[in-house]
């Protein structure tokens, strides 16, 4: 039985609320990077504890490089596709993807979507797992785990004008 989808309501395919930041996983990591240039300066550069000046300054330094690395990878790796965000209303796709740092978000829209299919991905045992796939006119392909019916994956075709209205 097909969905009927109005138009105020957005279709969700893969993981809700996907957009929210993943920097929380990081967070310990990224308080033992923090705290390592304290540690370090303490240890390794006893004479610069003398003056308390310096010592801030070599802090501040070292915690300004291990921010610029994190921004750096935020851009250059900005993840996997954990969310597909079909939202009828504005007539894009909104792709949510999640790297190490930070969730990233990327609006396509309707007309530049070529197709929205289902496929079957095989890993290197051989076991199976069905991936739905969006692939742009650029060629720009979004591979993401089907976690949702599908019905649910036809009403999104459907309301993105991919199947003709029975």
Do not use: C
């Not at 921010?67 to 969310?83: E, K, N, Q, R, W």
């Amino acid at each position: 039985m097909p969905i009927a989808v109005t138009a105020s309501q957005a279709i969700v395919l893969g993981t809700p609320n996907a957009n929210q930041s993943s920097a929380f996983r990081w967070l310990s990591p990224i308080l033992i990077g923090l705290s390592l240039p304290t540690l370090f300066t303490l240890v390794f550069l006893q004479d610069s504890i003398a003056q308390i000046r310096t010592l801030i300054l070599l802090i501040m330094i070292i915690a300004l490089a291990i921010s610029i690395f994190a921004y750096v990878m935020t851009v250059l790796l900005p993840g996997d596709p954990t969310s597909l965000n079909v939202i009828v209303s504005k007539r894009h796709i909104e792709v949510v993807l999640t790297g190490p740092f930070a969730a990233t978000k990327r609006y396509i829209s309707f007309e530049d979507v070529a197709t929205l299919r289902t496929t079957v991905r095989y890993d290197d045992d051989g076991y199976s797992e069905n991936v739905a796939e969006l692939t742009t006119l650029d060629g720009e392909v979004f591979t993401l785990a089907m976690s949702q019916s599908s019905v649910e994956f036809q009403a999104a075709r459907q309301a993105m004008g991919l199947v003709s209205r029975r």
